[in-house]
């Protein structure tokens, strides 16, 4: 059985945890087993990967989500480049299977409708991709 780590990055609560059901639920309905770490914003999600890849515990795969909104800076080009930048960084070093459920959107509203497990289900999308991705691994490794 395939094992997972979530890290969710919490710093907009509410849209975390909807793109956090929806990731779940997908897993349950493959019987995936899985763990969840919490991080303070999106551009903490590329060190507790990094972290979890030098940890003791053993990853089949990894799905990463929060959400950066648009604000009235250059800040938000920083986070959703910086984090997607470090994430895929460790992706191709270290040939990992995973989801990316960062939303990256211009106002709270766009966060809520692809968060929502009833609506866009972006946290379900990249709990499938990520099964998806491994499925790929395993068969490209085999």
């Known amino acids: 059985?395939?094992?997972?780590?979530?890290?969710?990055?919490?710093?907009?609560?509410?849209?975390?945890?909807?793109?956090?059901?929806?990731?779940?639920?997908?897993?349950?309905?493959?019987?995936?087993?899985?763990?969840?770490?919490?991080?303070?914003?999106?551009?903490?999600?590329?060190?507790?990967?990094?972290f979890a890849l030098e940890s003791s515990e053993n990853y089949d795969a990894y799905i990463v989500l929060g959400c950066v909104i648009r604000g009235e800076t250059s800040h938000y080009d920083i986070v959703c480049n910086e984090s997607t930048r470090g994430v895929y960084d460790l992706v191709l070093r270290h040939k990992l299977a995973l989801g990316?459920?960062?939303?990256?959107?211009?106002?709270?509203?766009?966060?809520?409708?692809?968060?929502?497990?009833?609506?866009?289900?972006?946290?379900?999308?990249?709990?499938k991709a990520t099964l998806h991705m491994l499925a790929l691994k395993t068969k490209m490794q085999a």
């Not at 975390?16 to 999106?42: F, N, W």
């Not at 990316?100 to 999308?125: F, W």
């Open 100 to 127: 990316n459920g960062i939303l990256t959107v211009e106002n709270k509203d766009q966060a809520m409708e692809r968060a929502d497990p009833s609506r866009k289900n972006k946290g379900g999308d990249a709990a």
């Open 1 to 50: 059985m395939s094992k997972i780590l979530i890290i969710e990055a919490v710093f907009y609560k509410d849209i975390a945890t909807k793109l956090r059901q929806g990731a779940e639920v997908a897993l349950r309905k493959q019987k995936t087993e899985y763990d969840i770490e919490s991080v303070p914003g999106a551009l903490e999600i590329p060190a507790a990967l990094n």
